[in-house]
C-alpha cells in the first residue's frame, strides 16, 4: 500500500534552480513541476506508509535551504478516466 | 510508453493508408457495396465479441471486479449531453450511419470512380473543414503554425487537382460523381472525427473503471462493434431508397451486383485482399488506437492531439502504395513535392499543439458532504483527466490538459463554476516539468 502526498512550496527569490536540484536527488519525489500562483513549485511524494512520508519530509525535504513554506496533502483516492 | 503509445497511431495509420490500393484490386472483380459490407459486418461481430469476451473472461478467471453487463446498457439508455441530449444508443446510431455507412460509400465510390490520388483530397478536406469547426465553434486559436498547416493542405490539394486535371485533358476525365463522393466522404469523415468521442462515462462506469481497467476496453469495443454493425444495419434501406430515388447509375448498378454476389460471399470472404482489410486495415489499427489511448502516458500532449498531428500519414501511405503497388499514375516529381509538403506539415501542427497546449492543475475547496458524487461530475468535463481527493488546506485537485488558454477559462468559468458546493477554485498553471519517472 502506497501513499501519495502532494508537496505545495514556495520557495525564496533566486532559490529555486537550487531547491529543483535537491528535489532531484530525493528518490521518493516522483514529479517536480514550476507552478504559477500561490506556490511555485510542486512536488509529488510516492512512500510505503506515512511514517515514511514523515521520514522523507523531515529528514530530506524540509533541511532544503531555500524552501519558504510548504503545504502538503495527502491524496486519499484518485480517479482517472 | 510514451514512444510506444505514438509509435501505435504511426502503426495504424500506416496500416489504413493500405485500403485504397488493395480495395481498388477487389473493386475491379466484385461490389463497392459488398467490400464495405463485408469489412464492417466482419470487424464489427469481432469487436463485439471481443468485448463481450474480455467481460466473461474478467468475470469468470481474473481476479477483478466483476464487470455487469447491465452497466453496459445504462450506457446505452444514457443521455448523451455532447450530443444533442441524445440516449447514446442513438448517438452510436448517427455515428453508425453518417461516419461509417456514408463515410465509407463517398470514399470507396470516390476511389472507384477517381483516383487513389484524387481521393485523398478528402482527408485534407476533412482536416481544413475540421479545423474550421474547432476555430468557429470551440473558438481554438489559429496560430502562424495552424494557418501554416492549413496552407500546406490548399497547397497539396492544389497540386493533387493540377495533376488530375492536366491529366484528364490528354486521358480519362474526372466524373463529377467522383467528385460528389468525395465531398460526402470529407464531410462524414468530419463529423466522425468531431463527434466520436462526445460521450460521456455515468458516475457508475468511472467508479467501476477506477476499480478494474479492462471496463474501459471492453466499452471502446463494444461501442465500435456496435458502431460499425448498426452502420451496416443501415446499408440495406440506403441501397433500396438509392435503388428508388437513382441519383447515380454507376451505385445503382454496384447494388444489383451486391445482391446478385450474396452466393458467393464465402469466396469473397476468403480472399487475401478482403481478409488483409478486414484484420490488418480494420481490426488490428483499431486494437493499436485503442491500446494507445487506453495507455497514454505523455505529458507533453494528449492522445487526440498526437492523433491529429499523425492523421495526415494516411494520405501520405496511400498515394504512396496507390503507386508503389497500384495502377495509380502521378508523375513522380510531384509526389515527391506533396510527402514533402505533408512531412513538414506534420511539423506545424506538432509546433501548433505544443505552443497552445495547457497543463495545469486545479484546486478546489468544496462544501461539506460532497465527496461522493463532486469528484465524478468534475471528471466528466472534457479536459479534466484526474481527479484527485485530498486531506489538507485544499479538498480536490483537478489535472487538466487543453488545447488552448481560452480553453482552460471556458473549462473554469463556465463548466468547474457550474457545479454546486464549490467554495474556492484556484488554478495553478504548470509551467515546466523538472522530474518525471
Known amino acids: ?81 | 510508453m510514451q514512444n510506444k503509445s505514438i509509435l501505435y497511431i504511426l502503426v495504424a495509420n500506416v496500416l489504413w493508408s493500405f485500403i485504397p490500393t488493395v480495395v481498388s484490386d477487389l473493386f475491379n472483380e466484385f461490389s463497392v457495396v459488398m467490400i464495405i459490407f463485408l469489412r464492417f459486418s466482419i470487424s464489427g461481430v469481432i469487436f463485439l465479441l471481443l468485448g463481450v469476451g474480455l467481460i466473461i473472461a474478467n468475470n469468470r478467471f481474473l481476479n477483478m471486479k466483476n464487470i455487469d453487463f447491465s452497466l453496459l446498457l445504462s450506457y446505452l439508455t444514457t443521455k448523451n449531453e455532447g450530443f444533442f441530449g441524445m440516449r447514446n444508443l442513438l448517438y452510436i446510431a448517427c455515428l453508425g450511419f453518417f461516419g461509417i455507412t456514408l463515410q465509407i460509400i463517398g470514399y470507396f465510390m470516390a476511389i472507384k470512380t477517381t483516383t487513389i490520388s484524387f481521393t485523398m483530397v478528402g482527408f485534407q478536406l476533412s482536416i481544413i473543414l475540421i479545423a474550421s469547426y474547432e476555430h468557429g465553434v470551440k473558438l481554438e486559436r489559429l496560430d502562424v503554425f495552424k494557418i501554416l498547416y492549413l496552407l500546406i493542405l490548399v497547397f497539396t490539394i492544389g497540386i493533387i487537382i493540377f495533376v488530375k486535371l492536366r491529366e484528364s485533358s490528354v486521358n480519362v476525365e474526372v466524373p463529377i460523381l467522383g467528385i460528389y463522393y468525395l465531398i460526402l466522404f470529407s464531410i462524414t469523415m468530419s463529423f466522425l472525427h468531431v463527434a466520436l468521442n462526445k460521450d460521456t462515462y455515468n458516475n457508475k462506469e468511472i467508479i467501476l473503471m477506477n476499480e478494474n481497467k479492462y471496463y474501459k476496453i471492453a466499452r471502446l469495443f463494444i461501442k465500435i462493434g456496435l458502431i460499425f454493425l448498426i452502420g451496416m444495419s443501415f446499408l440495406f434501406p440506403f441501397l433500396l431508397i438509392n435503388i428508388l430515388i437513382g441519383i447515380d447509375d454507376l451505385l445503382i448498378k454496384e447494388i444489383f451486383l451486391f445482391f446478385n454476389e450474396f452466393s458467393n460471399i464465402f469466396e469473397i470472404m476468403f480472399q487475401w485482399e478482403t481478409i488483409f482489410v478486414i484484420v490488418f486495415s480494420t481490426v488490428v489499427p483499431f486494437l493499436l488506437i485503442f491500446l494507445a489511448s487506453m495507455y497514454w502516458t505523455p505529458y507533453n500532449l494528449t492522445y487526440s492531439q498526437w492523433s491529429s498531428i499523425l492523421n495526415i500519414i494516411e494520405p501520405i501511405g496511400a498515394i504512396t502504395f496507390g503507386v508503389l503497388f497500384a495502377t495509380e499514375f502521378f508523375p513522380i516529381e510531384y509526389l515527391v513535392i506533396i510527402i514533402f509538403l505533408l512531412l513538414i506539415s506534420i511539423l506545424f501542427r506538432y509546433a501548433h499543439e505544443s505552443r497552445n497546449k495547457v497543463n495545469a492543475y486545479i484546486i478546489i475547496n468544496k462544501e461539506k458532504g460532497l465527496l461522493k458524487n463532486l469528484p465524478l461530475d468534475l471528471l466528466k468535463i472534457e479536459g479534466v483527466s484526474k481527479v484527485e481527493s485530498l486531506v489538507g488546506t485544499y479538498d480536490l485537485i483537478l489535472h487538466v490538459k487543453t488545447n488552448s488558454i481560452r480553453d482552460i477559462y471556458d473549462l473554469v468559468n463556465n463548466k468547474i463554476n457550474s457545479l454546486k458546493g464549490l467554495k474556492d477554485v484556484k488554478i495553478l498553471f504548470l509551467d515546466k516539468i523538472k522530474k518525471f519517472k
Open chain 1, 1 to 81: 500500500m502506497t501513499v501519495k502526498a502532494l508537496i505545495f512550496c514556495k520557495i525564496f527569490h533566486s532559490s529555486t534552480k537550487r531547491v529543483v536540484e535537491q528535489f532531484n536527488q530525493i528518490s521518493e519525489i516522483r514529479k517536480v513541476f514550476s507552478l504559477t500562483g500561490d506556490y511555485d513549485i510542486l512536488c509529488e511524494v510516492q512512500v510505503e506508509n506515512t511514517e515514511m512520508l514523515y521520514k522523507v519530509f523531515s529528514e530530506k525535504i524540509d533541511p532544503i535551504e531555500g524552501i519558504a513554506k510548504t503545504n502538503t496533502h495527502v491524496i486519499m483516492k484518485s480517479w482517472e478516466k
